[in-house]
């Protein structure tokens, strides 16, 4: 079976620093990665995506995520955290068997001035 | 807009009512989700239906009724609910599985059980 870990239920940074998002996967086959945000009240947003191709990956609003198999792991991070950028922060993974998406528990980033 | 429109955005309903949530896309996708999402809780994965069957259903109670009339609108109906359904309710959609370009998920409803 699938499964996507966020260890971290909440993670604060002060406006400014680098921020770091963790998420590790388990799926069969090559895997399909995500990262989506929601903001109060509104569904989840694209963020970015990893199929294949560069392990690093560039997504909206200034994230990226770095895939990395030996570790199964794919944590999302800004050089820069802004105060907008507070919100709730899901992991999604897909294996090439042809499964659904599988959502992590999310991960609240709280960035203060 | 993200492309997944769900009505109403708010609702609020007494125990024994019956209302319905609806949720449209015109992205020609083929697959179609109802997520339940509770505070502090992770995303709940209700019901899937794709090329409008039914392909899951995670033991979802029968106060819960969903419908697929068409790859465009799904709804989700309601009846006799209990205080704790309350949640926000989101639909999402996705071509395929969903590997190559993920879900494409609707605002959501807030929904209050009163």
């Known amino acids: 079976a699938q499964s996507v870990a966020q260890p971290e239920d909440q993670v604060n940074v002060a406006e400014g620093n680098p921020l770091t998002v963790k998420c590790t996967y388990s799926?069969?086959?090559?895997?399909?990665l995500f990262w989506y945000v929601q903001y109060p009240n509104r569904g989840l947003q694209f963020l970015l995506k990893?199929?294949?191709?560069?392990?690093l990956v560039k997504g909206s609003y200034g994230f990226e995520a770095e895939f990395n198999k030996s570790q199964t792991s794919f944590h999302l991070k800004k050089p820069s955290a802004l105060v907008s950028d507070s919100a709730l922060y899901f992991c999604?993974?897909?294996?090439?068997?042809?499964?659904?998406?599988?959502f992590g528990g999310g991960t609240r980033l709280m960035v203060k001035p | 807009e993200t492309g997944v429109t769900q009505t109403p955005r708010h609702l609020v309903m007494g125990m024994t009512n019956k209302k319905s949530l609806k949720c449209e896309q015109h992205?020609?996708?083929?697959?179609m989700y109802w997520y339940k999402q509770s505070a502090k809780k992770p995303l709940e994965l209700m019901f899937v239906?794709?090329?409008?069957?039914?392909?899951e259903n995670n033991s979802v109670p029968s106060r819960f009724s969903p419908e697929c009339p068409n790859s465009s609108h799904l709804f989700l109906h309601l009846h006799t609910l209990q205080p704790e359904d309350s949640a926000l309710y989101l639909c999402?959609?996705?071509?395929?599985?969903?590997?190559?370009?993920?879900?494409?998920f609707g605002s959501g409803t807030r929904l209050t059980v009163v």
């Open positions: 999402a959609s996705s071509q395929g599985q969903g590997h190559n370009y993920g879900y494409t």
């Open positions: 799926v069969s086959g090559n895997p399909y």
């Open positions: 990893y199929i294949t191709g560069d392990n």
């Open positions: 999604a993974a897909t294996g090439n068997a042809g499964n659904m998406l599988t």
């Open positions: 992205l020609g996708h083929n697959a």
């Open positions: 239906y794709s090329l409008e069957e039914r392909v």
